[in-house]
């Protein structure tokens, strides 16, 4: 059973930069390699948006718009974490972050497809 826990967020004044951290477990051995993994966002009242994915087994990365080029995606395959570097926050990135992942066979970028999610870590930015 796949576990995922976030941590890393916080409250940053805007310009600022945050890391957010994804450690994962339960994954059956040597195979983390061959996930996708993702940072989702939600604010009340809003629907969840899809900021960053990667895939652990290459470097095949995506980024939403609206953190493109002032967001980072990573992964450590030894330690089965992935990592989301934020810089230059605007209040608009304000929104609780949920690490997820699926077992793939094709694409990341399918949300219905990530079968697995944290609880998530809130980030505000002021």
């Known amino acids: 059973h796949v576990q995922l826990v976030e941590s890393g967020g916080g409250s940053v004044q805007a310009g600022g930069s945050l890391r957010l951290t994804c450690a994962a477990s339960?994954?059956?051995?040597?195979?983390?390699?061959?996930?996708?993994m993702a940072w989702f966002r939600q604010t009340p009242g809003k629907e969840r948006e899809g900021v960053a994915t990667?895939?652990?087994?290459?470097?095949?990365?995506y980024y939403a718009d609206s953190v493109k080029g002032r967001s980072t995606i990573s992964q450590d395959n030894a330690k089965n974490t992935v990592y989301l570097q934020m810089n230059s926050l605007k209040p608009e990135d304000t929104a609780m972050y949920y690490c997820?992942?699926?077992?793939?066979?094709?694409?990341?970028?399918?949300?219905?497809?990530?079968?697995?999610w944290g609880q998530g870590t809130q980030v505000t930015v002021s």
């Open positions: 990667i895939y652990t087994g290459g470097d095949s990365t």
């Open positions: 339960g994954i059956s051995g040597g195979t983390f390699h061959n996930y996708c």
């Open positions: 997820a992942a699926h077992y793939t066979s094709g694409s990341c970028l399918r949300e219905y497809d990530y079968n697995y």
